[in-house]
């Protein structure tokens, strides 16, 4: 055995705890996970049914844990997982899976599938079968502050751009505000306007607002690839820098995997509870539309739909601020039958979108099948959500099939539509 298998081998027996032991014995094989998964429903191929994503992980369960499974493996009935075979699972654990959680939604017997994955990340991580671009992306999260590899003075000269185009400032490191706003590497890079429309809503609505210096980057790389020491430390920076500056609220951006990390992992990866409340974009969006902040002067006339990012929606428990949102400032939007918690995912989360492979995009591209069937079934050509991962993702589907296909975010939306 090499000593990568043997790290990862170890790492999967470590990880194995009394959740994971309980779902194996309870799960009854019934492969209804298999059509809440859309890499499955849209392929087709067994292989991508989501308990069969953790398959490797189920055999040293079974072989180090069960009593039957010693004795099978102690005569030869049972095969140990190898090298080869953990190298062949990282397409089904990374490239096959967003972790959207649809799966351990239908599951008749309550197991969390997604969980499991995570867990069956870990060893995959440790043995060195963590996709090149995840593992980039986490290196660089650690080493410089982001997984594009940001720096801060890249990100201040995005931050003064914005505050010529806004004329709002946006204070740095200053502590006692009401709120610390986190972004992500990719609206940075690719949305800047998703910082220019809150700033201009932070800014209507009275709220004291700061950005650190050194806690900027939302996004965790290591809950993608599986390290829940990278994951820490990550999330380490922005618990620090937000207690550092008394901050009375941690804004997450339009992100889901980052607002999972800080809003839900981040508590148990410190190991304490925060001395500040977390809270989405979307949630104070809505706050402020109760309020009657966010009057607006005329509606989008498009016909639209929503698509609710799993992170935010499903996993995160955004469900009912979104759609009022859109509702409030969208003339003609389309409900679709699959949203909230029961919408469809993007197809690029949980890291996906990191990975650049032949065979990664292109699954990637033949899992969006099921939003093309969204928009064909609702009529529309415009696609409102509100994470940047989710955008990127679509955008680069809808570029593959050649749609006329507009992606808007529901923050930038709100903002061009404010009264004066």
Same mark, same amino acid.
């Given at each position: *055995? ?54 490797? *992980? ?344 050649? *749609? ?17």
């Amino acid at each position: *055995m090499s000593a990568s298998l043997e790290k990862g081998i170890h790492a999967l027996k470590e990880v194995i705890d009394a959740p994971i032991a309980s779902y194996f014995e309870s799960c009854v094989h019934c492969g209804i996970c298999a059509d809440a998964c859309l890499f499955y429903t849209e392929t087709k191929e067994p292989k991508y049914t989501p308990i069969n994503k953790v398959e490797p *992980m189920r055999r040293v369960y079974e072989q180090e844990y069960t009593l039957l499974g010693r004795l099978k493996k102690l005569v030869g009935l049972s095969k140990p997982v190898t090298d080869a075979e953990l190298d062949a699972w990282q397409h089904l654990a990374y490239d096959a899976c967003t972790l959207c959680d649809r799966c351990s939604l239908v599951c008749p017997v309550g197991n969390d599938i997604t969980y499991m994955i995570r867990k069956f990340r870990e060893g995959l991580a440790v043995s060195g079968h963590a996709p090149d671009g995840i593992r980039s992306a986490t290196k660089r999260t650690v080493e410089v502050g982001g997984p594009m590899g940001l720096k801060w003075p890249a990100v201040a000269n995005v931050l003064r751009k914005v505050e010529e185009k806004t004329g709002v400032p946006i204070p740095v490191d200053r502590a006692g505000v009401d709120y610390m706003i986190l972004l992500s590497s990719m609206e940075v890079v690719n949305y800047p306007e998703y910082i220019e429309a809150l700033v201009k809503i932070m800014h209507r609505a009275g709220l004291s607002f700061t950005i650190a210096s050194d806690a900027y980057e939302a996004t965790n790389a290591g809950i993608q690839i599986g390290n829940s020491d990278l994951a820490e430390v990550i999330v380490a920076r922005i618990v620090l820098a937000a207690e550092r500056l008394k901050v009375r609220n941690v804004l997450s951006p339009e992100c889901g995997h980052a607002y999972m990390a800080i809003r839900w992992e981040g508590p148990n990866l410190m190991g304490r509870p925060y001395a500040f409340d977390v809270v989405h974009v979307i949630e104070l969006l809505d706050a402020l539309r109760q309020k009657g902040v966010l009057r607006i002067k005329d509606k989008f006339k498009d016909r639209c739909i929503l698509h609710d990012p799993c992170q935010v929606v499903r996993r995160g428990g955004v469900l009912n601020a979104p759609e009022p949102l859109v509702e409030h400032v969208a003339e003609n939007y389309i409900p679709i039958v699959d949203k909230q918690k029961w919408n469809w995912c993007c197809g690029g989360g949980g890291g996906a979108s990191a990975i650049h492979t032949p065979d990664a995009e292109a699954l990637r591209a033949r899992a969006f099948g099921v939003k093309k069937r969204q928009l064909e079934d609702a009529g529309v050509d415009t696609i409102v959500t509100f994470c940047a991962n989710c955008r990127i993702t679509m955008e680069e589907a809808v570029d593959h099939y050649g *749609m006329n296909t507009r992606l808007l975010g529901l923050t930038e939306l709100m903002a061009e539509h404010l009264e004066d």
